[in-house]
Structures are given as structure tokens and as C-alpha cells.
């Protein structure tokens, strides 16, 4: 581990000023990631701007939607009775990660910006166009079973981990943003990056920008809403892949509105959007529902050892809805 200063911020601009015009400083969150990939040499910061000092409360708004500090911890907000009645997937996404422990330190603004898992990634004796550009990639002919099977490229078939960005995906989140060129919104959406053949810029942030806050826009629908992640072990694991779901059904059993994002399965939290227009005024039966995850999935392309998880993503889509369907009956 290289020598690196620790400053603490108590407001945004106090965070701002402190890293403004360093590149190898980096916004400290819950230390989760960060701190592994110093242990790893993977990150190199001179300097650690913590910022979890800034404000972290979760508060409804006017409209029914929810602001959230990027403070909050993934703990705080998984429990918040808000959450809970009103966005019961985001709730579940984010238990399905990490540990009680992890959770407990671990910041939404973190969460967000968490690094990829691939090992390849990580083991700096290896190849990665991410951790260092144009060096190639090592994931693609070697232990490739938790990589991208949608919108990967020849330099990077890495995936975005986060369970939670999977369900904000879905909810259509914005993220507030702050920085030395002014505070502004992004949705979530437009956040990550697909790798092309830049693997190494992983987001839409300028230098310097930190995350402040996520709004969740107000969403009936979510009330009848589900995260499902399929992984190697019950707990302690990251998704092969895992599904956000929201699902109204009208009385004549034709689907009203629907909402659907993907984990697992590539370099970005992937919502849907092919399935979910292939759903939208048609009968909520399996065969819609199989033929929505034919259309969402048609694109896929597996590697030597993940291609299961096409089928698996498929059939995963249709049980999530089917649960939905049932709950709604
Ligand atoms: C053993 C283990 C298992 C895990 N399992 C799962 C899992 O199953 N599912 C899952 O989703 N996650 C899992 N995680 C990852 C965990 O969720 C993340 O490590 C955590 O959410 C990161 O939050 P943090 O606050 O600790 O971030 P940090 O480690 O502090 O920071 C992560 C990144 O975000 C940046 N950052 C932090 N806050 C801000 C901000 N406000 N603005 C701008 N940049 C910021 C940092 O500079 C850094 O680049 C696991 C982690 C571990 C160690």
C-alpha cells in the first residue's frame, strides 16, 4: 500500500474543495471496496476524502418518491419502513448482498460506485484493459463464469456487481451529483458505461464529482414489487444473475405496466427494455412472459464458461413475473 493522506469532509463542497484538481485522490465511503483494492494495489489514492460525514438521511418526498443522502448506509436503507411498504425490491436487492457486517459501513454513493469483481481485475500479475488499458484481457479465455453475456466488447466482459443499482435500474433513479463544474442530475441509468474500448472508464462522472444524494421517483407499481439473485452459495456471493421486478396486472389479465432490470449480466446495471415493451398490453401468461426474456436476451452472447446463464436469465425473468402475477391474483 502507497502512503496517502485521510482528510474528513462535513458538506459537499468542504468534500469537493478537498479533492478539487487531484486525480489520485479518491471520496472514501464505508471502505468496502476501496479499501480492499489499496490492500491489492489495484487503487493507488495520495489522498482519502472521507465522506460519510455528509448528509446519509432517507427522506419521503412531496410527490411519493424518496431522497436519500449518499451517506445513508445500505443497512439504513434497506430497513427504512418507506422502503420497505413503498420499493419492497430495492429493500431486497440490497439484502441479498454482501454481509450484515458490510452492509452496516457500506454508503449508498459507494455501493454505486463499487468496482467491478472480476479476479482478473483484481490479480495485478494479470492481464486487465480495465486496471491497466491496452494490457489485454485475461477474463475472456479464462475463469469466466460470473462475466457479461450482454453488451460486452473484445476488451472487457467484466460486470457490474451491485445488487441494489440492479433495483434502482428498475425504479428509474436519479442520482444527484456535485462537483468543481457544479452539482447536476444524471439517471442512474446514464451513470455506468458499457465497456467499448475503454473498460477503464467506468462512469459518466466528471473528475472531482461526487454522488449526494439518489432520488427514487414515486411508483404505485412498485408496491407489488420482487429482487431475485441466483448465486453459486444462499449468502456471501455475487449474482450469476439476478432480476428486478415490478409487475400491475389489469382485471382482464393483460399486463398494465411492468418493470424489469437485470444483474449479473453485464458491465452496467441492465434494465430491460426490450422485454419490458414486449410485455405492455399483452396477456401476463408464461408464454409472454417467456417470450419478453427471448426478446430481452436475444442479443446475448456467452464465453466458455457463462453461456448457462443466457437460459438462466431467461428462465429467471419468468419466474420472477410469475410470483408477481401470482401475489397480484
Ligand atoms: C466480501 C464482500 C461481499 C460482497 N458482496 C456483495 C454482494 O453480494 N452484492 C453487492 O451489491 N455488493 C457486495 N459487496 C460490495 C459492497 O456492497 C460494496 O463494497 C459497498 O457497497 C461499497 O460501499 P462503500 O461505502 O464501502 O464504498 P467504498 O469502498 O468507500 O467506495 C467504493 C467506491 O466509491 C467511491 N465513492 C464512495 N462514496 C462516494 C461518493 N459519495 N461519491 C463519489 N464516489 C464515492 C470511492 O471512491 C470508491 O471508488 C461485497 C463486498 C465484500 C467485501
Same mark, same amino acid.
Given at each position: 500500500?502507497?502512503?496517502?493522506?485521510?482528510?474528513?469532509?462535513?458538506?459537499?463542497?468542504?468534500?469537493?474543495?478537498?479533492?478539487?484538481?487531484?486525480?489520485?485522490?479518491?471520496?472514501?465511503?464505508?471502505?468496502?471496496?476501496?479499501?480492499?483494492?489499496?490492500?491489492?494495489?489495484?487503487?493507488?489514492?495520495?489522498?482519502?476524502?472521507?465522506?460519510?460525514?455528509?448528509?446519509?438521511?432517507?427522506?419521503?418526498?412531496?410527490?411519493?418518491?424518496?431522497?436519500?443522502?449518499?451517506?445513508?448506509?445500505?443497512?439504513?436503507?434497506?430497513?427504512?419502513?418507506?422502503?420497505?411498504?413503498?420499493?419492497?425490491?430495492?429493500?431486497?436487492?440490497?439484502?441479498?448482498?454482501?454481509?450484515?457486517?458490510?452492509?452496516?459501513?457500506?454508503?449508498?454513493?459507494?455501493?454505486?460506485?463499487?468496482?467491478?469483481?472480476?479476479?482478473?481485475?483484481?490479480?495485478?500479475?494479470?492481464?486487465?484493459?480495465?486496471?491497466?488499458?491496452?494490457?489485454?484481457?485475461?477474463?475472456?479465455?479464462?475463469?469466466?463464469?460470473?462475466? @457479461?453475456?450482454?453488451? +460486452?466488447?473484445?476488451?472487457?466482459? #467484466? &460486470?457490474?456487481? /451491485?445488487?441494489?443499482?440492479? =433495483?434502482? !435500474?428498475? %425504479?428509474?433513479?436519479?442520482?444527484?451529483?456535485?462537483?468543481?463544474?457544479?452539482?447536476?442530475?444524471?439517471?442512474?441509468?446514464?451513470?455506468?458505461?458499457?465497456?467499448?474500448?475503454?473498460?477503464?472508464?467506468?462512469?459518466?462522472?466528471?473528475?472531482?464529482?461526487?454522488?449526494?444524494?439518489?432520488?427514487?421517483?414515486?411508483?404505485?407499481?412498485?408496491?407489488?414489487?420482487?429482487?431475485?439473485?441466483?448465486?453459486?452459495?444462499?449468502?456471501?456471493?455475487?449474482?450469476?444473475?439476478?432480476?428486478?421486478?415490478?409487475?400491475?396486472?389489469?382485471?382482464?389479465?393483460?399486463?398494465?405496466?411492468?418493470?424489469?432490470?437485470?444483474?449479473?449480466?453485464?458491465?452496467?446495471?441492465?434494465?430491460?427494455? @426490450?422485454?419490458?415493451? +414486449?410485455?405492455?398490453?399483452?396477456? #401476463? &401468461?408464461?408464454? /409472454?412472459?417467456?417470450?419478453? =426474456?427471448? !426478446?430481452? %436476451?436475444?442479443?446475448?452472447?456467452?464465453?466458455?464458461?457463462?453461456?448457462?446463464?443466457?437460459?438462466?436469465?431467461?428462465?429467471?425473468?419468468?419466474?420472477?413475473?410469475?410470483?408477481?402475477?401470482?401475489?397480484?391474483?
Amino acid at each position: 500500500m502507497n502512503l496517502f493522506t485521510y482528510e474528513r469532509a462535513s458538506d459537499a463542497s468542504g468534500a469537493i474543495d478537498l479533492a478539487r484538481g487531484n486525480a489520485a485522490a479518491r471520496y472514501l465511503g464505508g471502505g468496502t471496496n476501496l479499501v480492499d483494492l489499496m490492500r491489492e494495489t489495484v487503487e493507488r489514492p495520495d489522498m482519502l476524502v472521507d465522506v460519510t460525514g455528509l448528509p446519509g438521511g432517507i427522506e419521503p418526498r412531496a410527490d411519493g418518491g424518496l431522497l436519500i443522502g449518499a451517506a445513508a448506509t445500505n443497512t439504513a436503507l434497506a430497513a427504512d419502513p418507506h422502503v420497505r411498504t413503498h420499493y419492497p425490491l430495492l429493500a431486497r436487492s440490497i439484502l441479498a448482498g454482501a454481509s450484515a457486517q458490510i452492509r452496516n459501513m457500506a454508503t449508498v454513493g459507494g455501493n454505486i460506485l463499487q468496482r467491478t469483481r472480476c479476479r482478473y481485475f483484481y490479480d495485478t500479475a494479470a492481464a486487465c484493459n480495465k486496471r491497466q488499458p491496452g494490457s489485454g484481457c485475461d477474463a475472456r479465455d479464462g475463469f469466466n463464469r460470473y462475466h @457479461a453475456i450482454l453488451g +460486452a466488447s473484445p476488451s472487457c466482459v #467484466a &460486470t457490474h456487481p /451491485s445488487d441494489m443499482c440492479v =433495483a434502482l !435500474a428498475a %425504479l428509474d433513479a436519479m442520482v444527484q451529483l456535485d462537483g468543481p463544474g457544479g452539482a447536476r442530475r444524471l439517471p442512474l441509468l446514464d451513470l455506468h458505461r458499457l465497456p467499448g474500448d475503454r473498460p477503464d472508464v467506468e462512469t459518466e462522472l466528471k473528475p472531482g464529482e461526487l454522488i449526494t444524494a439518489v432520488e427514487i421517483p414515486p411508483l404505485p407499481i412498485a408496491r407489488r414489487s420482487t429482487y431475485r439473485k441466483v448465486r453459486d452459495r444462499a449468502s456471501y456471493a455475487f449474482a450469476l444473475v439476478s432480476v428486478a421486478a415490478a409487475l400491475d396486472v389489469d382485471d382482464g389479465g393483460m399486463v398494465r405496466e411492468v418493470r424489469l432490470a437485470l444483474g449479473g449480466v453485464a458491465h452496467k446495471p441492465w434494465r430491460a427494455s @426490450a422485454a419490458e415493451a +414486449a410485455l405492455k398490453g399483452r396477456p #401476463a &401468461t408464461a408464454e /409472454s412472459f417467456r417470450a419478453a =426474456a427471448e !426478446a430481452e %436476451l436475444a442479443a446475448a452472447a456467452g464465453l466458455r464458461d457463462n453461456a448457462f446463464k443466457i437460459e438462466l436469465a431467461k428462465r429467471t425473468i419468468v419466474a420472477v413475473l410469475t410470483d408477481l402475477k401470482g401475489e397480484d391474483a
